[in-house]
């Protein structure tokens, strides 16, 4: 299954544009866990049967950078994360830290025939959509736009975090393509 998982991973960075060249590493401190380097993306896999605990984000996070992991971080777990474990991952979105159960690695998401297509707005898209809709700025727009968890499956496989705006392509028989714009937060539960 790590196998597949890595080849999905490497298909999701492909077209997030980064590089997919994979190497095996071994990260100091990390027990029972294989790493890998995909370009400069840091994936742990975790072989804990009681799953992972926040000293394992730290240990990841100073490992990816001191070795100067620009992508972020992915970390694969064969366990469902805990409350705690899932807002520590959340506390680090910004640095780009992704949380992926393994079975969520086992197919290409965005091939599913329900899955609409995210994409992240560039800045002068955003700028455009401010303008349209009177937007003063990203506290505004947190405020306006519908949220998207950044660990929803599909923000996750784009690469969104916190800060972000994501568009959503949605198809209608009858009023054919619309968007739908959604600001990336890091917890779309906590208001």
Not at 87 to 113: E, G, M, P, S, W
Not at 156 to 171: F, L, S
Not at 185 to 190: H, L, P, R, S, T
Request: aromatic fraction near 8%.
């Amino acid at each position: 299954m790590e196998d597949r998982a890595i080849e999905v991973l490497r298909i999701m960075l492909e077209r997030r544009k980064l590089d997919t060249k994979t190497e095996r590493i071994t990260p100091e401190g990390l027990e029972r866990a294989n790493a890998y380097m995909i370009g400069k993306v840091l994936v742990m896999f975790s072989q804990k049967e009681k799953g992972l605990q926040e000293k394992d984000i730290n240990i990841l996070v100073d490992f990816a950078v001191k070795n100067s992991y620009s992508n972020g971080i992915i970390i694969v777990s064969m366990q469902r994360p805990s409350e705690n474990l899932l807002k520590a991952v959340k506390a680090f979105t910004k640095d780009r830290i992704q949380f992926f159960h393994l079975r969520q690695l086992q197919f290409d998401l965005t091939t599913h025939r329900y899955a609409m297509p995210h994409r992240i707005m560039s800045e002068d898209e955003r700028k455009v959509m401010f303008e349209k809709y009177s937007i003063k700025g990203d506290a505004d727009a947190r405020e306006v736009l519908p949220q998207i968890d950044s660990q929803d499956p599909m923000a996750k496989w784009i690469g969104a975090i916190p800060g972000d705006i994501v568009e959503v392509t949605r198809h209608s028989d009858v009023a054919g393509q619309i968007y739908y714009p959604r600001y990336c937060v890091e917890d779309a539960n906590v208001q």
